[in-house]
């Protein structure tokens, strides 16, 4: 029902900006959260930021928080993260999420919150 494509990897300098893209339907109508995760080879999936879907709250995980900004454009139905001062730990396969109920446990940078999910795109973030 929900089909999210993500948009925007590829490969920068430490320091560097990228911006993601997630195009989304059945936007804001339905969905309450939206979100970005990113997972890197051996290690769990990790929710990066958060927001509510047509709304201005958000929440990031404290190793983002000041260098990336998670935010929406509505009438595009679209999520982005801005990516700023970006490090090789940040390199990782970044993925769109939405979700159609309130947050598991009340911790929306949870995966099990989230029900609808892109294919993910990568950033590498060579020093």
């Known amino acids: 029902q929900v089909h999210l494509v993500e948009s925007g990897g590829g490969s920068v300098q430490a320091g560097g900006s990228l911006r993601l893209s997630c195009a989304v339907s059945?936007?804001?109508?339905?969905?309450?959260?939206m979100a970005w995760f990113r997972q890197a080879p051996g290690k769990e999936r990790e929710g990066v930021a958060t927001?509510?879907?047509?709304?201005?709250?958000?929440a990031y995980v404290d190793s983002v928080k000041g260098r990336f900004t998670i935010s929406q454009d509505n009438a595009e139905n679209t999520l982005y993260l801005q990516m700023s001062s970006l490090k090789p730990e940040d390199t990782a396969t970044y993925y769109c999420?939405?979700?159609?109920?309130?947050?598991?446990?009340?911790?929306?940078?949870?995966?099990?919150?989230?029900?609808?999910w892109g294919q993910g795109t990568q950033v590498t973030v060579s020093s």
């Open positions: 059945k936007y804001t109508y339905t969905l309450k959260y």
């Open positions: 999420a939405a979700a159609d109920t309130y947050c598991f446990l009340g911790n929306c940078l949870r995966s099990e919150s989230y029900r609808y």
């Open positions: 927001m509510r879907a047509g709304g201005s709250s958000s």
